[in-house]
T-cell receptor
Framework: DTEVTQTPKHLVMGMTNKKSLKCEQH?????MYWYKQKAKKPPELMFVYSYEKLSINESVPSRFSPECPNSSLLNLHLHALQPEDSALYLC????????????FGEGSWLTVV | GQNIDQPTEMTATEGAIVQINCTYQTSGFNGLFWYQQHAGEAPTFLSY????GLEEKGRFSSFLSRSKGYSYLLLKELQMKDSASYLCAKAAGNKLTFGGGTRVLVKP
């Protein structure tokens, strides 16, 4: 079972709202990721957690705040977003270590109004 | 950057063969992935090459030359459902960086 589950599938939020995207995997993977994808563009890496510790932050603005409560869960807390942050947010996981296959969830469509 | 390059768009006829090329910088290389992404959906894993040579999986095959920083994805016996974007991605440690994607349009 190679399943990464993301909720919600769709989210509309105002620029003053605080919301969270959630991601869960039960494959025993030790690396989890957040990617952002705009229309007709490839996914862009935002954050990588390895063994529940933040290992990569691709200079993401602080209005995006990741959290890894345990090895199965990954959250992305959103606050004071801008309309240009509207995109598909993809969570992914991999067993850990370099070069392992990365499996994506179905994504959360975010619209900031 | 990783300079991962692939053609923007390709068109082919149902039943034909299409080859999507991908070039990348060889530094820090751990592996080369291909993903398929239909419009409005998440990427789905197609193949992973870490050693030189051809890996065949049904109608899809992927080739890698590490010394040349070159890979291709070969789609055979094209079907209408193969119309999608195909993303080449280079793995360096825990980091996966995507090329711009190749939109393949399959025509009847």
């Amino acid at each position: 079972d190679t399943e990464v589950t993301q909720t919600p599938k769709h989210l509309v939020m105002g620029m003053t709202n605080k919301k969270s995207l959630k991601c869960e995997q039960h494959m025993g993977h030790r690396a989890m990721y957040w990617y952002k994808q705009k229309a007709k563009k490839p996914p862009e890496l935002m954050f990588v957690y390895s063994y529940e510790k933040l290992s990569i932050n691709e200079s993401v603005p602080s209005r995006f705040s990741p959290e890894c409560p345990n090895s199965s869960l990954l959250n992305l807390h959103l606050h004071a977003l801008q309309p240009e942050d509207s995109a598909l947010y993809l969570c992914a996981s991999s067993p850990g270590g370099g070069g392992n296959t990365i499996y994506f969830g179905e994504g959360s469509w975010l619209t900031v109004v | 950057g990783q300079n991962i390059d692939q053609p923007t768009e390709m068109t082919a006829t149902e039943g034909a063969i299409v080859q999507i090329n991908c070039t990348y910088q060889t530094s820090g290389f751990n592996g080369l992935f291909w993903y398929q992404q239909h419009a409005g959906e998440a990427p789905t894993f197609l193949s992973y090459n870490v050693l030189d040579g051809l890996e065949e999986k049904g109608r899809f095959s992927s080739f890698l030359s590490r010394s040349k920083g070159y890979s291709y994805l070969l789609l055979k016996e094209l079907q209408m459902k193969d119309s999608a974007s195909y993303l080449c991605a280079k793995a360096a440690g825990n980091k996966l960086t995507f090329g711009g994607g190749t939109r393949v349009l399959v025509k009847p």
